[in-house]
C-alpha cells in the first residue's frame, strides 16, 4: 500500500490537468490510467508507420490570448509549450447540402451577411434571432464555479430563453425548417444533442466562442496535451501510473480513503479525484454501503450522449495543397438531427442488411483532415498524402452489431460476421460522403479502418459508448450536472459528464474544478486574474524531435494485468 494526498483515477484530459494542478500546489498524486497510453480522448494512434489520427480533438474554440484553454494552459506552466493554429477565419467550416454551400466565418457580421444573403424572405427573424444568440452567449460562462446572480443580471430579459430548447427559441422566432437545419448542424454535431434537446443556453454559447474567438487546433495534434500534463504532474513530484484498473473507491467511515486496483494493489490517498464513466463510478466503484439511493438512482437516469462511429482514412492526395484550413460538414438531405436520429433507430424485426439500405441515403458526416489543419506535424501522413477521419453519432443498439455489452461479450466480438458487415458498409457510406465534399479523394484512399461505439465502449468502459458522458441537454446541463463534489467526503469528480459539460474546453475546465475543490479554491479566477500556480518558464523546454505519444506511453513496469496500448491495438475492432 502506498499513500497520497490525492489518487486520480483516469488519465484522461480532465485527471491529467487536475493532477497537474495538484501536484504543482504541493499535493503529492499519484493519476492511475487504465490503459498504456494516456490521454482518453485526446490520444493519437498510428498505423504502419505512415498515418496519425486523432481519436477525439478536431477543433477547438478561443484558442487566442484569452481563450479558456490558453489561459487554463498558462496557470499550469504550458501556454508556451501547447500552441494552437488558427483555422480559416473566412469560413473555418462549410456546409454541403444537396443545393447549397455554406461557410461559416469566424466574424458576427460577416455570418449574418452570408445567412440572410441564402435565406433573404427571414433577414428580419434571423437577425433578430442571431442578435439574441449573440446577447446569451456573450452572458454565459461554463466554468462551473460561475456567479449565477452575475449572469442572470447580464442575461437580463433574455434570462428566460436562456432555459428553453433551442427548438422552442427558434419558433419563437419563426426560423424555417433548412434555416433550423443550418444553425443546428455545427451545435447539435459538437455537442451530440439534437435541437428540440439542446438548451438555447449550450446553443448560444457555442456560437458565440467560435465566430467572436474562431476555430483553432493544437500543434503536434491532441497527445500533446496529456504528455505535456503528464510532465508537469512528474516534474512537481506525482506519478503517473499506467495499465492500473481501478476496482473500487475506498470508503471508511463515510470519507473516501484510496483506490484499489484489479490484481489488488492499493493506493491509499487523503482524497480521490475521479474521472471514470459516471454511472460506473456510482454503480462499481462506489462500495454499495457508501451509495446513497438517491444519488445511485438520479445518476441511473441519466441519458448518456450518443456515441460515434468513426471512419480512419488514408489517402495518397495532398487536401493541404488544396484546400485553405476548415472542416466540412456532408449533408445528403435537409432532414433535422431529430429525423436523423430517429430514422437510425434499430426497428423490431430488421436485420443488418435492411438497416443500412434504409439509413444511406440520409447518413451524415463531419469530415476533419489534421494535417490539412496543422502543418507542424508531419506524423500525420507520408509527402503528399492526407489523414482524415469521417463520423456520424448512432446510438448503440447491440441489436444491429449482433453482440453484447463490454462487461458481458467475448473481446472476439469484432469476428462477428454481422459486425463486420455493418462496420465495413458504414465505412463506406462514410467514405461517399467525405469523397462528396472532397471530390480529389476518389480512387486515392488506401488505407481503411473504423471505430464503432463497442470500441469506445471497450477501451474507455464508457456506458453505451458514449465519448461525451452524459448528454447535455435541457435536463441535465448547467447546475443540473454532477458538480465536482459528490455525498462521500473527499470523493470529487471530472470529467465529461460534470457542469463544464463536453468537448476539450469543458473536460479541462472540469478537471481544474475538481483540483480547486480539493483545494478549497477558485483556480480558474485565478488563472483568469493572471495568477498561474507554474510561472511561465518553470516547465522545461522539449527537444526539437519530441514525440508525444511516446512520451505519454509507460515509464515504468506495468501491474499485474496489462492494458491494450491504443497506438498499437486494432482500433476498429
Not at 427573424?125 to 461554463?142: H, I, N, P, Q
Not at 488506401?446 to 477501451?459: G, I, K, L, V, W
Amino acid at each position: 500500500m502506498r499513500k497520497y494526498d490525492t489518487a486520480v483515477i483516469g488519465g484522461g484530459l480532465a485527471g491529467l490537468a487536475g493532477a497537474a494542478a495538484l501536484a504543482a500546489a504541493g499535493r503529492r498524486v499519484v493519476v492511475l490510467e487504465q490503459y498504456s497510453v494516456l490521454g482518453g480522448s485526446t490520444h493519437v494512434f498510428r498505423r504502419k508507420g505512415r498515418w496519425e489520427w486523432q481519436v477525439g480533438v478536431h477543433h477547438l474554440p478561443d484558442c487566442g490570448p484569452n481563450g479558456d484553454i490558453p489561459t487554463v494552459l498558462r496557470g499550469l506552466g504550458l501556454g508556451e509549450h501547447i500552441t494552437f493554429e488558427p483555422m480559416d477565419r473566412t469560413g473555418y467550416e462549410r456546409y454541403v447540402f444537396p443545393d447549397l454551400v455554406f461557410d461559416a466565418p469566424a466574424d458576427w457580421d460577416e455570418f449574418t451577411h452570408r445567412l440572410t444573403a441564402l435565406f433573404p424572405r427571414e433577414r428580419r427573424a434571423l437577425e433578430r434571432f442571431l442578435k439574441v444568440v449573440r446577447e446569451v452567449g456573450s452572458a454565459l460562462d461554463r466554468v462551473p464555479a460561475a456567479d449565477v446572480a452575475a449572469i442572470a443580471g447580464r442575461l437580463g430579459h433574455h434570462a428566460r430563453l436562456a432555459t428553453l430548447s433551442t427548438t422552442e427559441v427558434m419558433d419563437l422566432h419563426g426560423l424555417s425548417d433548412r434555416l433550423r437545419v443550418l444553425l443546428s448542424l455545427s451545435p447539435g454535431g459538437s455537442m451530440n444533442c439534437p435541437p428540440d434537446r439542446l438548451p438555447f443556453a449550450g446553443f448560444a454559447t457555442f456560437w458565440n466562442v467560435f465566430i467572436s474567438g474562431g476555430s483553432w487546433f493544437p500543434h503536434g495534434g491532441g497527445q500533446v496535451f496529456s504528455a505535456n500534463l503528464a510532465r508537469v504532474v512528474e516534474q512537481f513530484g506525482g506519478e503517473v501510473v499506467t495499465g492500473a484498473f481501478a476496482e473500487e473507491i475506498l470508503v471508511e467511515n463515510g470519507r473516501a480513503t484510496g483506490v484499489r486496483l484489479r490484481g489488488g494493489a492499493t493506493y491509499a490517498a487523503d482524497s480521490v479525484v475521479c474521472t471514470a464513466d459516471i454511472k460506473k463510478t456510482y454503480a462499481s466503484l462506489i462500495p454499495a454501503a457508501a451509495r446513497e439511493p438517491e444519488h445511485a438512482r438520479r445518476v441511473a437516469n441519466y441519458r448518456m450522449a450518443t456515441p460515434f462511429f468513426n471512419a480512419f482514412l488514408g489517402a495518397e492526395v495532398d487536401l493541404p495543397a488544396l484546400y485553405p484550413n476548415r472542416d466540412h460538414f456532408s449533408m445528403p438531405t435537409w432532414a433535422s438531427f431529430a429525423d436523423i436520429e430517429e430514422l437510425l433507430r434499430y426497428r423490431d424485426g430488421e436485420n443488418a442488411e435492411a438497416w443500412i439500405d434504409r439509413v444511406r441515403p440520409v447518413l451524415p458526416a463531419y469530415v476533419h483532415c489534421s494535417n490539412l489543419k496543422d502543418p507542424t506535424n508531419t506524423r500525420y501522413a507520408p509527402a503528399g498524402s492526407s489523414s482524415l477521419e469521417v463520423m456520424f453519432p448512432v446510438r448503440l443498439d447491440y441489436r444491429l452489431w449482433d453482440t453484447a455489452p463490454a462487461d458481458r461479450r467475448d473481446h472476439e466480438y469484432s469476428r462477428n460476421p454481422t459486425y463486420r458487415f455493418v462496420k465495413e458498409a458504414l465505412t463506406d457510406v462514410m467514405i461517399e460522403r467525405a469523397t462528396d465534399v472532397l471530390p480529389e479523394l476518389e480512387g486515392a484512399i488506401t488505407h481503411r479502418e473504423a471505430a464503432t461505439p463497442m470500441t469506445q465502449e471497450r477501451y474507455t468502459q464508457s456506458s453505451e459508448g458514449s465519448s461525451y458522458g452524459i448528454e447535455w441537454n435541457t435536463r441535465q446541463s448547467g447546475f443540473l450536472r454532477p458538480d465536482a463534489r459528490t455525498h462521500v467526503d473527499g470523493l470529487f469528480l471530472a470529467g465529461a459528464s460534470c457542469r463544464s459539460g463536453p468537448s476539450t474546453e469543458g473536460v479541462l475546465l472540469s478537471g481544474v474544478a475538481a483540483a480547486g475543490a480539493v483545494l478549497g479554491r477558485d483556480l480558474l479566477s485565478e488563472f483568469r486574474a493572471g495568477r498561474p500556480l507554474v510561472p511561465a518558464g518553470s516547465v522545461p523546454a522539449v527537444p526539437v524531435d519530441w514525440d508525444p505519444l511516446a512520451a505519454a506511453k509507460p515509464r515504468r513496469p506495468r501491474p499485474e494485468r496489462r492494458a491494450p496500448d491504443l497506438s498499437e491495438v486494432d482500433t476498429s475492432a
